[in-house]
């Protein structure tokens, strides 16, 4: 069966965003998230693995968007815009079997949809510099 990782990514952007403007636990985040949509199992356990890795590596993944997002403090930057960027860094940094490219396109149309008008623009342009500059991709988005 085919997961849709799209709505698992959306899961885990709700579950963490529930936990940075709450403050509460993944446990405690999860239900608000399951009330206002629904995810399959799959979805979940693939959601909150990203959930687990961006929280696993928080600290990590900040320092990191930080240094590629010249000028930009990390709280100036739109809480979405950030959770997918760190959603987007763990998926590529941690899982496998999502191609680069399918990594960059799923978090832009994510945040084309769910955060600004700019967002799918910023988030993509890091997460290319990050892909790049780990010699994920070559000098052309065609490699």
């Not at 890795?53 to 990191?64: D, K, M, P, Q």
């Not at 988030?123 to 994920?136: E, Q």
Request: charged share 20%.
């Amino acid at each position: 069966m085919q997961v849709s990782r799209r709505a698992a990514r959306v899961f885990a952007m709700q579950v963490l965003y529930g936990i940075e403007i709450t403050g509460c636990t993944p446990g405690e985040a999860i239900p608000a998230v399951l009330a206002s949509e629904t995810f399959t199992p799959t979805m979940q356990a693939y959601g909150m693995n990203l959930v687990d890795l961006v929280l696993e590596h928080r600290e990590a993944f900040s320092a990191t968007l930080q240094s590629l997002s010249e000028g930009w403090d990390l709280d100036r930057m739109a809480q979405l815009d950030r959770i997918l960027i760190m959603i987007g860094f763990a998926e590529l940094t941690h899982v496998t079997d999502v191609p680069v490219k399918v990594v960059l396109q799923e978090a832009v149309q994510i945040a084309n949809k769910y955060s600004t008008e700019q967002s799918g623009i910023f988030v993509n342009g890091i997460l290319d510099r990050f892909a790049r500059d780990s010699k994920m991709l070559g000098d052309s988005y065609n490699d």
